[in-house]
């Protein structure tokens, strides 16, 4: 593990819908080297193709799996947009935890937020006049495969649209989808401190 004094190279990312975390693809189908031009550095977990939002890139081996092992409860947000009107039963099952096929889920932060002021999606999501969306903001301490879009559907209420807002303390704020920057020394210091961190029991 690098020394507190070591800085490493880490980037903030807001992935855009319909491209894949990775920098190579034999289907030619758009990947990060569409978007980041910069050597020897990798995505420290994913986001599915056809979700949004911040993605960390570094050259630190061990960030990734730091902050994808369940051990240690790292916080992610997301802003969910869903089909329909979820009801305080439904938010509740969502904070309670589902049954998915691989198991319960963790409780989760489950809240109705406004609109967040954010850019169309480049692939317009299903529109019904007759029936609502609403926007959620969720927050998880752990990553099963597509684990958002399998609980608002498990609850009724199916995932049209899915941004991850913010990791810990780091947010979208001030990036627009396909731009990057590199870590504030703030946010490279939680990074570090959060890799030195125990896991909680």
Known sequence: MPPREHHPKILLFHKPYGVLTKFTDEENRPTLADYIHEDKIYAAGRLDMDSEGLLLLTDWGKLSYRLTDPDYAHPRVYWVQVDGAPDESALQRLRDGVELRDGLTRPIQAEIISPPDIEDRP????????????WLRLTL???????????TAHVGHPTLRIIRYAIGI??????????????????????KDFMYRRPPK
Request: proline share 4%; net charge positive; hydrophobic share 30%.
């Open 123 to 134: 692939v317009p999501i299903r529109y019904r006049a007759n029936i609502p969306t609403t």
């Open 141 to 151: 301490t752990e990553g099963k495969n597509r684990q958002v879009r399998r609980m």
């Open 170 to 191: 780091i947010t979208l704020d001030g990036l627009k989808a396909g731009e990057y920057r590199r870590a504030t020394a703030t946010e490279e210091d939680y990074l």
